[in-house]
Every structure is written in structure tokens, then in C-alpha cells.
């Protein structure tokens, strides 16, 4: 099972992530519902865990703003296993989307300091 915490008004989850020199390395990302990717991170994160990159790809952003971002893999820890996920680079806080929740059931206890639990269906 994942865990996260309500603070303010962001659902936070813990995301491992793997680097390049086989540690992993722990995110505290938002979720974002509204983010149909698996997971962003801060291009000096990306640059600290030396992730390969893919591609560049047009996205969306809040407003249906497009915008062109770099496409990196990264293996996550979810669930006690490792699994291989795309990451995009946005330079602000680390999201968790909905591909990476897919599958899954979340529990929020929507109240400052509240659980967060994500289980597999």
C-alpha cells in the first residue's frame, strides 16, 4: 500500500524513484486527477537521478495551454515493486497522475494532516 498526507488543500504521496546508480530516491509529489500522465518532476531532479531521456511531446497544461516538455523513463517503487513509468519535465512540484493511479483505490481522510492510502483493486 502507498501512503500520502492531506496538507493545505494538495493530497501528497510518497513516490520512490530510481537513479542511476541503483538508490532510490523519495519525491513527495501532489496528486493531480487532472494530470492524465504517470508523473513530473523539476529538470534538476531529472538531471540528479540521470534518467534517459525519450522524447519531446506536446501537452496541456491548466487553461489547455500546449506546451512542449521532454519525456524521460524512471523506474518507481509502487507497491513494493518496481515498475517502469514516463516522466515529464515541469519545473514546479513533482505531480502523480492518473496513469499511475489507474488500477488502484485511494482513500483521503480531507482534513489537514488526513491519511492517504492507495491500494491495489
Do not use: C
Request: no cysteine.
Amino acid at each position: 500500500m502507498e501512503h500520502g498526507i492531506v496538507s493545505g488543500n494538495r493530497v501528497m504521496v510518497r513516490v520512490r524513484v530510481l537513479d542511476a546508480d541503483g538508490i532510490y530516491v523519495d519525491f513527495d509529489a501532489v496528486m493531480d486527477t487532472g494530470f492524465s500522465g504517470f508523473m513530473t518532476l523539476p529538470s534538476q531532479a531529472i538531471q540528479s537521478l540521470k534518467l534517459s531521456w525519450i522524447n519531446r511531446t506536446y501537452v496541456y497544461l491548466a487553461g489547455y495551454r500546449p506546451a512542449e516538455v521532454d519525456v524521460f523513463a524512471a523506474t518507481v517503487l509502487w507497491h513494493g515493486e518496481p515498475i517502469e513509468i514516463e516522466v515529464i519535465e515541469m519545473d514546479d512540484d513533482p505531480l502523480v497522475g492518473m496513469a499511475q493511479l489507474r488500477g488502484n483505490e485511494v482513500r483521503i481522510e480531507v482534513n489537514e494532516g488526513g491519511l492517504v492510502q492507495i491500494e491495489p483493486l
